[in-house]
Every structure is written in C-alpha cells, then in structure tokens.
C-alpha cells in the first residue's frame, strides 16, 4: 500500500483504530493491576475451575499490554515524521518541544496525586497487604529531592506505571535516531541486530534501553512493503493469542523474562502492521466509545493506580480487610468495575483541563520556530498524529 493510498483512504481509520487500541491496552494494564498487586487468599479450585481461572487472569497481561503502546509509539511517531527528511536543528526542537509539553503537565498532575495517595494509604491500612514491588512504592520516603526527581520522570516509587513513561521518555529523546536509521536500508539491519541483543540483555527495565526493539520495530511499520500473505486475518488473532498467554504457554519452562518480552514485542508488531496494511476496518475499534477510552488513555494510565489504592482502602474500611482478601473473585471484579468507571471520569476532566490545553500551547511554539525547509514547515504546521502511550486525538508527542 503506498503512502498516497494510505493518506487518502484509511489514514483516519487507522489513527482511529491504533487510539482504540491503545484504549483497550490501558484497560487490561488497570485490570491485570486489580488482579495482580493485592495478595489476595488462595482460593481451592477445580482442575477446570484452575484452567479457566488462568484463561481469565492471563488475559490481562499487563506488561504485554506495555509493550503493545512502545510499538504503537514507535509506529505512530514514524508516521507523524514521515514529511521530515532532515533532521535539522529546527526540527528536532520543535519535535521536542511538542513532546515535553505532551508528556510532561499531566506527569506532573500525577505524581502530585500519587503523593497524596501514598500518603494517606500508608497511614491507613497495613501495606503488607500489597505484593512486594508496591508495598516498598508506598512505603517510600517523601522529600524534595525525590519529589524533584519524579517530576523529571527520574523516579516513579510514587506511581509505579511511571516506569513505562520514563522509558517513553528516554526514547522521546532517541526516537529521532532511531527512525534514521530504520529508514536506511543498509543500517536498518545492523540498527535492528543491536536492538535485539538489547532487548535479550538481562538489565532492570528501569534502564530501558531492553525495550528499543520496540520503539524500532514500530518505527519501520510505515516503511515496510505490502504483503499479501501477511494479510490473513488468522494471522492478528494467532499474534493476540501469543500477546497475552505466552507466559500461561511457557510458565513451566524457566524462560527468562526479556525472552517473553521480545515474543511480546514481535507479537505487538504484527497487530499493529496487520492494522496498518491490511486496511480492514474493525467495527469494535472504530466505535466512539472505544475511541473515547482511547483518547483518555494516557490520564487512565498514569492515575489507574492511585485510584485503585484509594477505592481499595475504602472498601476495607467498609467491609473489612479479611472478607475482602478471602474472596477475591468478587473482590476483583468489585474494584476492577469501580476503578474503570472512577478512572475515566477523572481522566475525563485532566484530558479537557490539562492534557489539550498544554499541548496545544507545545504545537504552538513548535509552529514559531524557523524552518529552515519547506518540508519541516511543513511537519510542524500539520495537526500531529496521536502517539499511543502519550497523546490524545489531536496531539503528535
């Protein structure tokens, strides 16, 4: 499919679809929370019961989901640069600029918020209640320096999913390179070799660079010719499957974590390429509803957490910690539903107050810069195109 046929038949229903997509993987990040950081009582169940448990649980794979918005990130920003062929002091300024006042207001707003809740939720239920990574969250100290550090994206203890936006942030300032070289065909593979090696390189994911393969892989979705083949739709749906329960597969095995996470990565990107060169049109995706989910995504992500913390310590104060623990079936679903529903009604609000406001004010200052080419005014002059992790309908980064 060529770029002028992208352009003028299914641009908009593709954005449209990636902004539901990016919708529905915030959600099962929100759920797989709800499910995952309360120690919740062992509950005895049949070999079935088991099956299905794990069938259910498994389908909220919350770091495949993560790993599905670096691709979409990597894919969309590719498209939104696709009129800029140098990268001149101008345009990567004004790209920037467009992606520090994208990312960095509601980040702000977040970790604030994240703050107020750890500190209430420490002083008010016994954090031992939380698995380890969390517990240790809450139990952080609050000072300056790290107040300071999170409002940079440095240290995400306050709001755990604030590690995913640091790595966006790390690869904001990369992206630019990156797609240089996914765009020259004989360093594209080398590019891709090294990136991989990464990606299977045992570090803490709070170094980030394990996840380039991501971001790279995504950025050459808009590059790569058409094939027929690939365009079967058995082939999405098998990568969906292999998205979400590769680990329930492979859970026996010992596999080391950076292997599941490159199957996830190669999975990501087969669903997202299927979306962009099939050009068919899914019904659910394309539902204003789904696409609204989409388009608060970013607000769902960065606040999910603390809402959950905060609607969990008011049932216990309700109903009482132990009956909550002992029956978690109906406990998840209780908060699962009450998160979501209190979740988007905020992140209703810091959309329209916080969210457009500011980045308009980015695209703003990005359009004053002087171009120094036709093409990059150009860029800089269109309405940018949603990033996946980080933007709402109108926003490029």
């Known amino acids: ?23 529905i993987a915030c959600l099962v990040v929100l759920v797989g929370h709800v499910i995952q950081v309360i120690r919740y009582d062992p509950v005895p169940r049949s070999p079935w019961g088991r099956a299905v448990h794990d069938i259910v649980t498994y389908a ?53 918020f994240a703050i107020v809740v750890t500190v209430r939720v420490r002083s008010s ?84 660079l394990n996840f380039g393969l991501a971001f790279a892989v995504g950025a050459l979705i808009p590059m790569l010719p058409r094939v027929d083949w690939a365009a079967a739709p058995a082939i999405p749906v098998m990568a969906v499957v292999v998205l979400l329960y590769d680990r329930l597969a492979l859970g026996g095995h010992a596999v080391p974590e950076q292997i ?32 609204w989910v989409g388009e608060l995504s970013y607000s769902v992500y960065l606040l999910h957490l ?18 909550l623990l002992a029956d978690p079936d109906v406990t998840q679903l209780m908060l699962a539903l009450l998160t979501i529903a209190v979740t988007l009604a905020v992140s209703s609000v810091t959309y329209r107050l916080v969210e457009l406001p500011l980045h308009n004010v980015g ?14 005014a150009a860029w800089r002059g269109t309405v940018g195109l949603a990033t996946p992790l980080t933007a709402g309908r109108e926003g490029e980064g």
């Open 125 to 208: 239920m016994d954090i031992g209640v939380f698995v380890d990574w969390l517990a240790r969250n809450l139990g952080s100290p609050v000072s300056v320096p790290h107040v300071g550090l999170a409002l940079v994206g440095a240290y995400t203890r306050y709001n755990g999913p604030m590690w995913s936006l640091r790595v966006e942030l790390i690869f904001s300032v990369l992206f630019p390179f990156i797609l240089i070289a996914m765009r020259h065909v004989r360093i594209r593979p080398w590019a891709l070799a090294g990136f991989l090696v990464l990606a299977l390189v045992p570090m803490p994911s709070e170094i980030g």
């Open 60 to 112: 909220f794979n919350a770091q495949a989901a993560v790993l599905l918005f670096f691709v979409l990130s990597g894919c969309v920003l590719s498209l939104s640069l696709r009129r800029v062929e140098r990268f001149d002091w101008s345009a990567l300024t004004g790209f920037y600029i467009k992606r520090v006042f994208r990312i960095c207001p509601l980040l702000w707003v977040s970790v604030l």
């Open 306 to 323: 603390p809402i959950l913390l905060v609607l969990f310590d008011l049932m216990q104060h309700q109903v009482g910690l132990r009956p």
């Open 260 to 291: 599941y996470d490159v199957i996830e990565t190669l999975a990501a990107f087969v669903i997202v390429r299927d979306l962009y060169a099939s050009g068919r049109s899914s019904t659910v995706l394309n539902h204003r509803a789904a696409v």
């Open 363 to 376: 695209r703003a200052l990005a359009r004053r810069l002087p171009a120094s080419d036709g093409r990059a």
């Open 1 to 23: 499919m060529s770029d002028h046929l992208f352009e003028a038949r299914s641009e908009r229903s593709y954005l449209g679809q990636l902004t539901s997509l990016r919708g």
